[in-house]
Every structure is written in structure tokens, then in C-alpha cells.
């Protein structure tokens, strides 16, 4: 298990879509030079662990697999082995749901029994046809879990729809109450308790999820205006323990240089 580490949210704060944010890389490099872990938390349930991290790496990044943890697989603790699930999402949440014995169920395909839960994430595919899948499971009594219900998620320029988006649309079509996974939600305060002994400070660009979970892991919130927060924002709940332009400004900050 981690000493001392740093959570460090992606989207919005390392990259905005495929683009690394300038000074990421050289801020990274500080905060272990420091002595300080790093490990990057992302709510994007689309991508595998090895996506993250060969994405990170074509950004001058190091990191192993370990090193990187996703809203796929808080979801994932979620459900239970054996489980057949209809899956509206990208690779990364099949893979992790797999890896935690659960049977995946895709939209249009077919099984011997019904889907026990609806899990959705991310998924540029989303159509009417997954709606209905879903609704028809969820009328028929699965339970629905979201991987995470950010309504948005960051790019240069703008923002695109999130999986809070989708999500959205299947629990109203369903009539469904979700459970939902990622930041800040009890399933990724949990999956960090098992890997880090120690979280002082979490990175990221959007005061709901990042800040809150901060203050459930007890930790300090560090701010960045690269994501979703404009930098003329007014008054913030919660409000960060410091804030800076982007990450390599709050490093310097906090660790010196």
C-alpha cells in the first residue's frame, strides 16, 4: 500500500480529450520528486487501465496500471460474481466487471436468463436501441448502477455529454433510482482505502466530486482551473484548500519551486 500520496483527477486537470494540459508532465515529475505518490483517479468509465496508461505516457508521463483507478472499477464492487449484466458503456467497464466474475450482457444480444442490474457509463454509442434494452431490463426489475453521473466532462474549448447524461435518460425511461460508483461516492472512497494508506491531497477541476471526496478521505482539495470550473467562478461548496491556474501552479504552491 502507498504512503503519502496525491490523487490526481485526469480530465480537466492532466489532459482535455487528447490534448496533455501544459506544465502536467513537469508537475507529475515534481510531486514525485518530493517523495510523494501519485496516483490518477479518473470518473471516465469508457477506457481500460493500460488506455490510461499508454495515453499517459504518449504525454510524458510514466505510470503502471496500478497506478491508475477508474469509476469501472468502483462499479465493479458493486456487483456481485456471477451476476449477468446489460453493460451500456466502453471497455474499461467490461473489463473490470469481467475481472470481478460478472457476465456481461450487451444491448441486442442475448442470454438464457434476465439481467440482474443495468450498469451504464460512458458511451459514444448510446442510442435507442440501448435506451430500450435498458428500460426493459430495469421494468422487468434490475437494479441500475452508474459507473459515475457527471453530467459533463471537459475538451478543449467546451464540454461533451457525460455518463451523468446517459444515465439520466435510462433511470427516467426505467423509472430507476442508481447507484452510483465514482467520485465521491462510498465505492471510490473505498476502492482508495485499499490502496492508499494515506490520500493528502486531491487534484481536480470540479468541486462536486473532487472536493467532496476530498473531504470524505479527510484529505486536502486542490483546485485547478483548467476543467470545468471558469476562473471567474463565485463562491464554491466545498471550497478548496488552495487553487491554482492548472497543476504545475498548484505544485509549486504546495511543494515549492
Not at 470524505?216 to 491554482?244: I, K, M, N, Y
Amino acid at each position: 500500500m502507498r504512503a503519502v500520496t496525491w490523487v490526481l483527477d485526469c480530465d480537466g486537470v492532466i489532459w482535455l480529450g487528447d490534448e496533455v494540459i501544459e506544465g502536467a508532465p513537469e508537475a507529475v515529475s515534481r510531486i514525485r520528486s518530493a517523495g510523494v505518490s501519485a496516483v490518477f483517479l479518473t470518473n471516465n468509465s469508457y477506457a481500460r487501465r493500460r488506455d490510461h496508461v499508454d495515453k499517459l505516457a504518449r504525454m510524458g508521463i510514466e505510470a503502471r496500471p496500478e497506478d491508475v483507478l477508474t469509476s469501472a472499477m468502483a462499479a465493479a464492487r458493486l456487483l456481485e460474481a456471477g451476476e449477468l449484466a446489460l453493460v451500456l458503456g466502453g471497455p474499461g467497464v467490461i473489463e473490470e466487471l469481467e475481472a470481478a466474475g460478472v457476465e456481461v450482457l450487451r444491448p441486442g444480444e442475448r442470454s438464457a436468463r434476465a439481467p440482474g442490474v443495468v450498469v451504464v457509463g460512458f458511451d459514444p454509442e448510446f442510442d435507442f436501441a440501448s435506451l430500450s434494452a435498458a428500460t426493459s431490463a430495469l421494468r422487468a426489475g434490475a437494479r441500475l448502477v452508474a459507473t459515475n453521473d457527471d453530467a459533463t466532462y471537459p475538451i478543449r474549448g467546451g464540454v461533451l455529454p457525460g455518463a451523468g447524461s446517459l444515465v439520466s435518460a435510462v433511470a427516467t425511461a426505467g423509472g430507476a433510482v442508481p447507484s452510483v460508483a465514482g467520485k465521491p461516492n462510498e465505492a471510490t472512497v473505498g476502492l482508495l482505502r485499499e490502496q492508499v494508506a494515506e490520500v493528502s491531497m486531491v487534484v481536480g477541476d470540479r468541486p462536486s466530486t473532487d472536493g467532496v471526496l476530498a473531504g470524505r478521505l479527510g484529505s486536502r482539495f486542490g483546485l485547478v482551473l483548467t476543467g470545468v470550473t471558469p476562473g471567474d467562478h463565485g463562491p464554491l461548496s466545498p471550497a478548496p484548500s488552495v487553487e491554482a491556474d492548472d497543476i504545475l501552479a498548484l505544485v509549486k504552491a504546495e511543494l515549492g519551486g
